[in-house]
């Protein structure tokens, strides 16, 4: 049968975790709070970074768009992961479908360039500490930080476009808790072939760059440390870096785990559980990190609800 004579649709059901039974309102719970602690949590970070002078240097800086960016995720995905956790299946529109998707790629990409930002911004403090107020000022804080977004909001367009022009005229059935693009394309009728290469040829530069460049400027940083001649002072500058390594490591151990899954065709469970562990568990990560870890943040918060 040609597309012409098939039924388009137009509206998706996100199953979400479809076999909970009578456990989704635990999981419901359990995931609502998460949502609750990580926005409240990133907002906190942006707030007290705004507000309080002790907080205004570019580390801080990158790291209020590095929570920025969370947020953005965050709230793209989870709201509909609750209901249809709560519901046993999300209604969505198709448009809607693919502006969840271009919300979700986009902000992955950008924190990947702004976790590569923050990279070069501890190499310049640590290995470069005399010049690095000239380097970093306040106009190169713009535009580090503007490069990502526009980076990440622009980058995607050539995997989002081709998708919102495809006609979906099989089911209509998404077994996932949010719209990615690898359900999107089982769905379409439409030729596929040529948006997997462009994503393909997109996606490993856009991933693999930044990932090498956050080792290249690491191996420069531990390499500047190891020549520091007291225990303590190394210990001191490395904790500068351990909290931005922690969210790096999560961030692409999540991404790694979900491509490599996907190309070696995995169980859906296992899928559902590694993006699971990337929309949720980490931008809950970074305030968690940053707050327990950083004395500033610390301070700044007790100065702010207990002063």
Known sequence: MSTMNQTRVTELILLGFGNLHSFNIVFFI???????????????????????????????????????SDLVISMNIVPNM?????????LMTVIGCITQLYLYSGT??????????MSFDRYLAICNPLRYSSIIDVKCQIYLSAWPWLLGLTLNLSGVIPVSNYDFCHDNIIDHFYCDLS???????????????????????????????IIVTYVYIFLTILKI??????????????????????LYGTLIAKYMISSVGHSLIINKIVSLLHTLFT??????????????IKCAFRKMFFQ
């Open 82 to 90: 609750l209901g249809a956790i709560l519901f046993r299946g999300k």
């Open 183 to 213: 359900p999107l394309q089982k769905l379409s009728c439409s030729d596929t072939s040529l948006v997997e290469l462009e994503v393909f040829m997109f996606s490993m530069p856009i991933f693999i760059l930044p990932f090498g460049f």
């Open 30 to 68: 359990i995931f609502l709070n998460i949502f609750v602690f990580t926005v409240l949590g990133n907002l906190l970070i942006i707030i007290l970074v705004s507000t309080n002078v002790h907080l205004q240097s570019p580390m801080y800086y990158f790291l209020c768009h590095l929570s920025l």
């Open 283 to 296: 931008p809950l990560l970074n305030p968690i990190v940053y707050s327990l870890r950083n004395q500033d």
């Open 108 to 117: 992955t990409i950008t924190e990947c360039f702004l976790l590569s930002v």
């Open 229 to 250: 001649p007291s225990l303590t002072g190394k210990q001191k500058t490395f904790s500068t870096c351990s909290s931005h390594l922690i969210v790096v490591g999560s």
